[in-house]
Structure formats: C-alpha cells, structure tokens
Nanobody
Framework: QVQLVESGGGLVQAGGSLRLACAAS????????MAWYRQGPGRQSELVAS???????NHADSAKGRFTISGDNAERTVYLQMNSLKPADTAVYYC?????????????????WGQGPQVHVSS
C-alpha cells in the first residue's frame, strides 16, 4: 500500500513562513500527480496547489503569490513553501497523490492521502 508521510506543520505568526513536505512510499508505482489540500475549521476541503509528473503546477487564487508547490520525481516528494502566512491559512493540510496501479491487465489510478498535520497561524 502507498503511504504518504508529511512533515513541516506547526505554529507560526502571521507574516511568517512554513515549508511542508510529503514523501510517498511508492517507488514501485507511477505517481501521475500530487497536490496539497486543506480543511479549516467548519470548512470543506479545498485544493491549494497541484503538480503533475511533468512539472505543470497550479495554485489556488488564495495561494498565488504566497505559496509555491514543487516536486522531486526521483525522491517521490512534493513540497509546499508557504510565505506571508495569514490567520485564514490555519487548517489541516493534506497531501494527495494520484498513483497508477496495475490490477491484472488493467491500469487504474487511485488517490492516497497523508495524515494531515495542522498549520496554525496566529495574529
């Protein structure tokens, strides 16, 4: 089974920075894309940023100019650099990986999720 291990969450003051990392134990599988989602108190999960295996990135409007997603295919790791953090960024951040798995003659894509460490930004 693919496992995603996250690190980098914690407490930070407004205006500060954090860097999240997500390492996938999927060396025998192809990862098509990875992404960061977040869910704040009383909120639905939302996409923050995503990156494909080819390096194409996308950032939510709320993250553009402040957050940067990057990845290392060889290390099966994705990062989220978060600068100029605001209290509104407080949430549990979940790493997601879209992994291709072969089941007999069929190739299927499955989503795997990290444990979701919390980011708390104080005013």
């Amino acid at each position: 089974q693919v496992q995603l291990v996250e690190s980098g969450g914690g407490l930070v003051q407004a205006g500060g920075s954090l860097r999240l990392a997500c390492a996938a134990s999927a060396n025998d599988f192809r990862i098509n894309a990875m992404a960061w989602y977040r869910q704040g108190p009383g909120r639905q999960s939302e996409l923050v940023a995503s990156i494909t295996r080819g390096g194409s990135t996308n950032h939510a409007d709320s993250a553009k100019g402040r957050f940067t997603i990057s990845g290392d295919n060889a290390e099966r790791t994705v990062y989220l650099q978060m600068n100029s953090l605001k209290p509104a960024d407080t949430a549990v951040y979940y790493c997601n990986a879209a992994v291709v798995v072969r089941t007999g003659p069929v190739l299927e894509e499955y989503d795997y999720w990290g444990q979701g460490p919390q980011v708390h930004v104080s005013s």
